[in-house]
C-alpha cells in the first residue's frame, strides 16, 4: 500500500468510527485478538526452529491415553509437530488396560520396580492388548485427524532386538539394539507408533516397559527431546513438591532413595540413559492437560519437570578458544 493510500484508509477508518462510535471497542478488542495471536505464533517460532527436522520421541503413558477426549487433542498436537517439519516417533504404554484385560481373565498382576511380572499367560495378554488394541487405535486416531501414522511392535522388521531383564520378572525385556534405518525409512512416510514388545535372537517375543523403549529410541535416533507423557504433573521430590528440573546425578539419587518409586522408575532410567547417549533434554509433563506437548516443545512456560545432563566439569562459562 502507497503512504497516500495509508493515508486515505487511515482517514476513512477515522470517518467510519465516528460515524459508528459503538464499533470502535469491538473492532479494537478484535485487533487485539489477532494480534496477541500473532504474538503466540511469533514466539513460538525459535522453538520451531530449534525441533526442525530432528526426531522428537513421545511416549505416551496408558493412564493418560484412557481419557478420550485428550487423545484427540494429542493427535492435534503431534499432527502440528509433524506440519512444522519435526519427525516424531510415538511410544505407548498401555499398563491400565493390560491390567484390566488380565483381570478379565482371572490372571494376577503384580510389578516389581515398576516392571510388569511376565508370564507366558502375561505375555499373550501384553502382546494383544498393547499390539492388537492400544497400537491400532492410537495409529488410526492420529490418522484420522490428519497425520498418517504406522503402528508397529518392536517384533515388526526386528525393529527392537531385546535380552530378557535381569530379576525374576519372566518376559521382561531390555532394549539392546534400535533399527534406526528402519525407524528412517518409516519416518519418510508417516509417524512411527511403537508397541513396546521386542524380540530377542531366537524370535521369542518380550515385554518391554514402554518407558524404556522411549529412551532407547530417542539415544539411537538422536533425538533433540524426549518427552513423557504420564498421569502425574512431573516427578514429585522428597518433600512432595513438584521438581522442576532435575540432572542425571539428580535422577539416580531419586531412585536410589526411593523419592522416584513403581512406574516413575523406569522413566528416569530411560531419561538417563537417553541423555547419556546424547539427548539434550527429557521431560516429564501431564498428558492430562490439554495440548501438553505443545506447551513443552513450543511455549517459553516450561512445564512438569525438566531432565538435563550433568554440568560438564570441565565447562568454564568462557567460550572455547
Ligand atoms: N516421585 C514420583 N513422582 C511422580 N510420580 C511418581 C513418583 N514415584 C512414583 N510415581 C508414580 O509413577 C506413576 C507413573 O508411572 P506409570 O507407569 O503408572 O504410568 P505411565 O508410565 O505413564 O503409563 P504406562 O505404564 O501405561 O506406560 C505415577 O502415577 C505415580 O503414581
Ligand atoms: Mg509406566
New binding site residues.
Given amino acids: 500500500m502507497t503512504p497516500q493510500a495509508q493515508a486515505r484508509a487511515r482517514t476513512q477508518a477515522h470517518a467510519e468510527a465516528e460515524a459508528h462510535p459503538q464499533a470502535k471497542p469491538q473492532e479494537t478488542q478484535v485487533r487485539e485478538r489477532t494480534r496477541s495471536k500473532a504474538r503466540v505464533l511469533l514466539e513460538a517460532l525459535p522453538f520451531i526452529e530449534e525441533h526442525a527436522g530432528s526426531v522428537v520421541v513421545v511416549?505416551?503413558?496408558?493412564?493418560?491415553?484412557e481419557q478420550r477426549p485428550l487423545a484427540e487433542t494429542f493427535a492435534q498436537d503431534i499432527s502440528l509437530l509433524r506440519h512444522v517439519g519435526v519427525r516424531p516417533v510415538v511410544v505407548?504404554?498401555?499398563?491400565?488396560?493390560?491390567t484390566a484385560m488380565s483381570e478379565r481373565l482371572g490372571i494376577e498382576t503384580s510389578f516389581v520396580g515398576?516392571h510388569r511380572v511376565t508370564d507366558a499367560a502375561t505375555l499373550e495378554v501384553a502382546r494383544m492388548v498393547l499390539v492388537g488394541l492400544v497400537n491400532q487405535d492410537l495409529a488410526s486416531l492420529l490418522t484420522r485427524h490428519g497425520t498418517r501414522a504406522i503402528g508397529l511392535s518392536g517384533m515388526d522388521g526386528g525393529l527392537l532386538r531385546v535380552r530378557p531383564r535381569e530379576g525374576d520378572l519372566g518376559f521382561v525385556g531390555e532394549v539392546e539394539r534400535v533399527d534406526v534405518a528402519l525407524l528412517d525409512h518409516l519416518m519418510e512416510a508417516a509417524v512411527p507408533v511403537v508397541a513396546?514388545v521386542g524380540v530377542d535372537e531366537d524370535g521369542q517375543a518380550y515385554n518391554v516397559?514402554?518407558?524404556l523403549v522411549a529412551g532407547a529410541i530417542a539415544g539411537a535416533t538422536g533425538a533433540s527431546k524426549l518427552v513423557?507423557?504420564?498421569?502425574?504433573?512431573?516427578?514429585?521430590?522428597p518433600d512432595g513438591g513438584l521438581?522442576a528440573e532435575a540432572t542425571v546425578t539428580e535422577c539416580r539419587s531419586?531412585i536410589e532413595t526411593g523419592?522416584?518409586?513403581?512406574?516413575?522408575?523406569?522413566?528416569l532410567e530411560s531419561a538417563v540413559a537417553a541423555l547419556l547417549h546424547g539427548v539434550r533434554r527429557a521431560h516429564?509433563i501431564d498428558?492430562r492437560i490439554e495440548h501438553s506437548l505443545i506447551l513443552e516443545l513450543f511455549t517459553p512456560e516450561g512445564i512438569g519437570t525438566m531432565l538435563v545432563p550433568d554440568p560438564d566439569p570441565t565447562a568454564t562459562g568462557e567460550p572455547a578458544l
Fill in positions: 511416549k505416551v503413558g496408558g493412564a493418560a491415553m505407548h504404554g498401555g499398563g491400565p488396560q493390560v515398576g513396546s516397559n514402554a518407558d513423557y507423557l504420564s498421569d502425574v504433573t512431573g516427578l514429585f521430590g521438581v531419586l523419592v522416584a518409586d513403581g512406574g516413575m522408575i523406569p522413566k516429564l498428558g
